[in-house]
Protein backbone atom coordinates (compact mmCIF):
# COMPACT_ATOMS: atom_id res chain seq x y z
CA UNK A 1 0.00 0.00 0.00
CA UNK A 2 1.33 3.45 -1.21
CA UNK A 3 -0.50 6.79 0.03
CA UNK A 4 1.49 9.90 -1.81
CA UNK A 5 -0.95 12.78 -0.41
CA UNK A 6 -3.77 12.77 -3.23
CA UNK A 7 -3.29 9.01 -3.99
CA UNK A 8 -3.68 5.71 -2.62
CA UNK A 9 -1.93 2.55 -4.55
CA UNK A 10 -3.01 -1.14 -2.93
CA UNK A 11 -1.27 -3.97 -4.61
CA UNK A 12 -0.18 -1.82 -7.33
CA UNK A 13 -3.93 -0.70 -8.46
CA UNK A 14 -4.76 3.02 -7.74
CA UNK A 15 -7.45 3.05 -5.43
CA UNK A 16 -8.12 6.68 -5.17
CA UNK A 17 -6.93 10.15 -6.68
CA UNK A 18 -8.07 13.74 -6.86
CA UNK A 19 -7.22 17.10 -5.09
CA UNK A 20 -8.43 16.21 -1.82
CA UNK A 21 -5.91 14.86 0.89
CA UNK A 22 -5.99 11.02 1.64
CA UNK A 23 -5.20 10.72 5.40
CA UNK A 24 -5.68 7.69 8.33
CA UNK A 25 -5.37 4.30 5.42
CA UNK A 26 -6.97 1.16 7.46
CA UNK A 27 -7.76 -2.15 6.47
CA UNK A 28 -10.39 -4.21 8.22
CA UNK A 29 -9.00 -7.15 10.13
CA UNK A 30 -9.37 -9.60 7.52
CA UNK A 31 -7.89 -7.64 4.83
CA UNK A 32 -11.14 -7.34 2.63
CA UNK A 33 -12.09 -3.94 3.32
CA UNK A 34 -10.44 -0.29 3.10
CA UNK A 35 -11.32 2.63 4.67
CA UNK A 36 -9.39 6.15 4.91
CA UNK A 37 -9.85 9.55 5.07
CA UNK A 38 -9.86 12.43 2.41
CA UNK A 39 -9.45 15.77 3.58
CA UNK A 40 -10.31 19.08 1.35
CA UNK A 41 -9.62 22.56 3.51
CA UNK A 42 -12.11 22.02 6.43
CA UNK A 43 -14.14 19.22 4.70
CA UNK A 44 -13.67 15.73 6.05
CA UNK A 45 -14.61 12.14 4.44
CA UNK A 46 -14.90 8.69 5.63
CA UNK A 47 -14.17 6.72 2.79
CA UNK A 48 -15.14 2.92 3.20
CA UNK A 49 -14.51 0.29 0.06
CA UNK A 50 -14.44 3.52 -2.48
CA UNK A 51 -17.68 4.83 -1.37
CA UNK A 52 -17.96 8.20 0.66
CA UNK A 53 -19.89 8.62 3.92
CA UNK A 54 -21.39 12.15 5.15
CA UNK A 55 -19.45 15.51 5.31
CA UNK A 56 -17.72 16.31 8.51
CA UNK A 57 -16.25 19.71 9.73
CA UNK A 58 -13.81 17.42 11.93
CA UNK A 59 -13.28 13.88 12.75
CA UNK A 60 -12.05 12.83 16.37
CA UNK A 61 -8.27 11.84 16.38
CA UNK A 62 -7.77 8.55 18.61
CA UNK A 63 -4.98 6.27 18.39
CA UNK A 64 -7.31 4.10 16.15
CA UNK A 65 -9.17 6.95 13.79
CA UNK A 66 -11.83 4.26 12.85
CA UNK A 67 -12.70 0.37 14.84
CA UNK A 68 -13.44 -2.43 12.51
CA UNK A 69 -15.34 -5.31 13.70
CA UNK A 70 -13.00 -8.42 14.17
CA UNK A 71 -15.13 -10.00 10.74
CA UNK A 72 -14.59 -6.64 9.24
CA UNK A 73 -18.43 -6.69 8.97
CA UNK A 74 -18.63 -3.04 10.61
CA UNK A 75 -16.91 0.16 11.02
CA UNK A 76 -17.20 2.95 13.88
CA UNK A 77 -15.92 6.15 14.11
CA UNK A 78 -16.48 9.94 15.50
CA UNK A 79 -16.88 13.23 13.74
CA UNK A 80 -18.47 16.30 14.12
CA UNK A 81 -21.51 16.65 11.80
CA UNK A 82 -23.77 20.22 11.80
CA UNK A 83 -21.42 21.07 14.63
CA UNK A 84 -22.11 18.23 16.84
CA UNK A 85 -20.16 15.49 17.47
CA UNK A 86 -21.39 12.13 17.41
CA UNK A 87 -20.84 8.57 16.83
CA UNK A 88 -21.22 7.22 13.50
CA UNK A 89 -21.73 2.97 12.74
CA UNK A 90 -21.49 2.18 8.86
CA UNK A 91 -22.28 5.84 7.99
CA UNK A 92 -25.44 6.37 10.02
CA UNK A 93 -25.33 7.76 13.80
CA UNK A 94 -25.29 5.69 16.61
CA UNK A 95 -26.56 7.90 19.36
CA UNK A 96 -28.16 11.52 19.96
CA UNK A 97 -26.21 11.32 23.27
CA UNK A 98 -22.49 13.13 23.45
CA UNK A 99 -20.19 10.24 22.64
CA UNK A 100 -16.99 9.62 24.77
CA UNK A 101 -13.71 8.66 22.99
CA UNK A 102 -14.21 4.68 23.67
CA UNK A 103 -16.22 2.53 21.08
CA UNK A 104 -15.89 -1.04 19.46
CA UNK A 105 -16.74 -4.72 19.15
CA UNK A 106 -17.09 -8.24 21.01
CA UNK A 107 -14.88 -10.93 19.66
CA UNK A 108 -17.28 -12.20 17.05
CA UNK A 109 -18.24 -8.89 15.88
CA UNK A 110 -22.02 -9.15 16.56
CA UNK A 111 -21.72 -6.63 20.20
CA UNK A 112 -21.07 -3.03 19.92
CA UNK A 113 -20.44 -0.76 22.66
CA UNK A 114 -19.14 2.71 23.54
CA UNK A 115 -19.00 5.34 26.51
CA UNK A 116 -21.35 8.57 26.27
CA UNK A 117 -21.12 11.62 28.35
CA UNK A 118 -23.69 12.33 30.52
CA UNK A 119 -23.23 15.39 32.88
CA UNK A 120 -20.59 15.25 34.21
CA UNK A 121 -20.16 11.52 34.37
CA UNK A 122 -19.83 8.71 31.89
CA UNK A 123 -21.73 5.65 31.03
CA UNK A 124 -21.53 2.55 28.94
CA UNK A 125 -23.60 1.63 25.96
CA UNK A 126 -24.00 -2.23 25.34
CA UNK A 127 -26.29 -3.70 22.76
CA UNK A 128 -27.97 -0.10 22.15
CA UNK A 129 -28.37 -0.38 26.26
CA UNK A 130 -27.61 2.41 28.35
CA UNK A 131 -25.70 1.12 31.28
CA UNK A 132 -27.71 2.04 34.92
CA UNK A 133 -23.86 2.58 36.13
CA UNK A 134 -22.26 5.66 36.19
CA UNK A 135 -18.89 6.64 36.26
CA UNK A 136 -15.71 9.63 36.54
CA UNK A 137 -14.43 9.87 33.27
CA UNK A 138 -10.56 8.69 34.98
CA UNK A 139 -11.62 5.51 35.55
CA UNK A 140 -12.18 4.91 31.74
CA UNK A 141 -9.42 3.58 30.94
CA UNK A 142 -9.51 0.26 30.54
CA UNK A 143 -12.15 -0.09 28.38
CA UNK A 144 -14.87 -2.64 27.92
CA UNK A 145 -13.34 -6.15 27.58
CA UNK A 146 -15.56 -9.24 26.54
CA UNK A 147 -14.97 -13.05 27.29
CA UNK A 148 -13.70 -14.86 24.27
CA UNK A 149 -17.08 -16.59 23.73
CA UNK A 150 -18.71 -12.93 23.46
CA UNK A 151 -21.43 -13.03 26.27
CA UNK A 152 -20.21 -11.38 28.49
CA UNK A 153 -18.55 -8.27 29.55
CA UNK A 154 -15.76 -6.06 32.09
CA UNK A 155 -14.78 -2.90 32.99
CA UNK A 156 -14.06 -0.77 35.77
CA UNK A 157 -15.96 2.21 37.70
CA UNK A 158 -15.96 4.35 39.95
CA UNK A 159 -16.66 7.65 41.57
CA UNK A 160 -13.87 10.02 43.58
CA UNK A 161 -11.39 7.55 43.55
CA UNK A 162 -12.96 4.90 44.30
CA UNK A 163 -12.88 1.89 41.26
CA UNK A 164 -14.85 -1.01 41.04
CA UNK A 165 -14.88 -3.77 38.87
CA UNK A 166 -18.38 -4.05 36.64
CA UNK A 167 -19.23 -6.94 35.20
CA UNK A 168 -22.31 -6.91 32.98
CA UNK A 169 -23.07 -3.64 34.57
CA UNK A 170 -23.06 -4.61 37.75
CA UNK A 171 -20.22 -3.61 40.58
CA UNK A 172 -18.43 -6.52 42.32
CA UNK A 173 -15.95 -7.08 44.78
CA UNK A 174 -14.66 -4.35 47.15
CA UNK A 175 -13.62 -1.41 46.03
CA UNK A 176 -9.58 -0.62 44.45
CA UNK A 177 -7.19 2.05 44.25
CA UNK A 178 -7.00 1.15 40.89
CA UNK A 179 -7.22 -1.59 38.23
CA UNK A 180 -4.45 -2.40 35.95
CA UNK A 181 -5.96 -4.78 33.45
CA UNK A 182 -8.78 -6.82 33.25
CA UNK A 183 -8.54 -10.65 31.72
CA UNK A 184 -10.89 -13.49 30.74
CA UNK A 185 -9.65 -17.01 31.01
CA UNK A 186 -10.85 -20.19 29.29
CA UNK A 187 -12.99 -20.73 31.79
CA UNK A 188 -14.76 -17.84 31.42
CA UNK A 189 -13.61 -16.01 34.97
CA UNK A 190 -12.41 -12.77 34.94
CA UNK A 191 -9.00 -12.34 35.97
CA UNK A 192 -8.14 -8.91 37.64
CA UNK A 193 -4.84 -7.20 37.59
CA UNK A 194 -5.26 -4.84 40.40
CA UNK A 195 -3.42 -2.16 43.49
CA UNK A 196 -5.54 -2.68 46.62
CA UNK A 197 -5.97 0.37 49.16
CA UNK A 198 -2.69 -0.99 50.83
CA UNK A 199 -0.68 -0.33 47.62
CA UNK A 200 -0.26 -4.46 46.86
CA UNK A 201 -0.47 -5.66 43.46
CA UNK A 202 -2.73 -8.53 43.04
CA UNK A 203 -4.51 -10.99 40.97
CA UNK A 204 -8.08 -11.84 41.61
CA UNK A 205 -10.46 -14.30 39.95
CA UNK A 206 -14.37 -13.44 39.67
Request: net charge neutral.
Amino acid sequence: MIVDDNELWVDGKKVASGSQLIRTVSFSPDGKRLAWVEEKGRQRWVVVDGKRGPEHTNLLSTSTWFAFSPDGAHLAYVGNLDDKVALFLDGDIVSKERPGQQYGFSPDGKRFFYNIIDGDDYRWVVDDRPGALRYDGDVQGLGIVFSADSKRWATVGGKKGKVRIVIDDEEVGPPLRTSRALRWSTRGKLIVFAQDNDGIVLVRET
